[in-house]
């Protein structure tokens, strides 16, 4: 059974959904009517784990594959998370307003939580590092990090905020980055980040690439809301790396159409609906080893 590890920032997502009829007359701001509320969601890399764990379960109700795991987290988690809140217009399915609530703390990945990450990494890990850049995660640690699993022979799969360059050069099976942080990291670090082989980058609507590669294309949706897009590619690509022999192509090709799903509504992680839908036609299609 793998192990797999959770490691970074987290905030808490909700969604409040109403209809706008009217303006405020005291300022030109719309009303939003309320109608209802959707239950605090885990986010950043809590909203990974909860996408990993739906995409196992429908790739197994799919026929595509038959794995277990188990989970660890180490996450930026204090007794009070940082809270964001999206309004949304029912009719239109525009959001309207988000709102951050900032954490009760900071907490940094030092002291026992490296002593518990020591504690449960074997040769049957896979770690997965969601930095969004809060504070948690210093570019030295997550060297650390890369180090230990390169060391263990595990994999290690990093999606950063953070410009890419020498602290993230080695040891790491891929890095996930949009183009946008891509192009300001090889401004930075220009030779380190043009000769890195191990980046995927995520070009939005256009779709994917592993740098050095041919684009893999993506399909048209109608994108109702980007939220958690990106936690969702990362699940899919450590969970396709890691139980499958797929090719880098067929690999990105799921990621998209996951990550897809996740745009088209405004849930922040793929349902296993969904999920076990792409999966289904996946396997119609393909032969998977």
Not at 110 to 133: A, K, Q
């Amino acid at each position: 059974m793998k192990n797999f590890i959770f490691i970074g920032d987290y905030c808490e997502d909700k969604r409040v959904y109403g209809t706008c009829d009217r303006l405020n007359p005291e300022a030109p701001v719309p009303i939003l009517s309320v109608r209802h509320q959707d239950k605090v969601e885990a986010g950043m890399c809590g909203n990974v784990c909860n996408n990993l764990n739906a995409i196992a379960n429908a790739a197994n109700e799919a026929g595509m594959l038959d794995t277990e795991h188990e989970a660890h987290l180490f996450l930026n988690k204090p007794e009070t998370p940082e809270l964001k809140v999206r309004y949304i217009d029912t009719a239109s399915g525009y959001i309207l307003l988000r709102t951050d609530i900032k954490a009760s703390e900071q907490l940094t990945f030092d002291g026992w939580c490296v002593d518990r990450f020591n504690g449960v990494l074997n040769e049957d890990s896979v770690v997965i590092i969601s930095d969004y850049d809060k504070g948690y995660l210093s570019k030295l640690q997550i060297s650390y990090i890369a180090k230990r699993c390169y060391d263990m022979g595990v994999f290690c799969f990093l999606d950063t905020k953070k410009p890419i360059g020498q602290f993230c050069n080695e040891h790491l099976t891929f890095i996930k980055i949009n183009d946008k942080e891509y192009s300001d990291s090889k401004k930075l670090e220009p030779a380190t980040v043009s000769g890195m082989t191990n980046v995927i980058v995520t070009r939005g609507n256009e779709g994917s690439e592993l740098v050095g590669t041919t684009l893999v294309s993506t399909e048209a949706i109608e994108v109702r809301d980007v939220c958690g897009a990106g936690d969702a590619f990362l699940a899919a690509l450590a969970y396709f790396t890691v139980y499958t022999d797929l090719s880098i192509v067929e690999i990105l090709t799921l990621c998209n159409r996951v990550s897809g799903e996740v745009c088209k509504s405004h849930k922040s992680a793929i349902t296993e609906l969904d999920a076990y839908r792409v999966f289904k036609d996946f396997v119609s299609s393909n032969s998977v080893s």
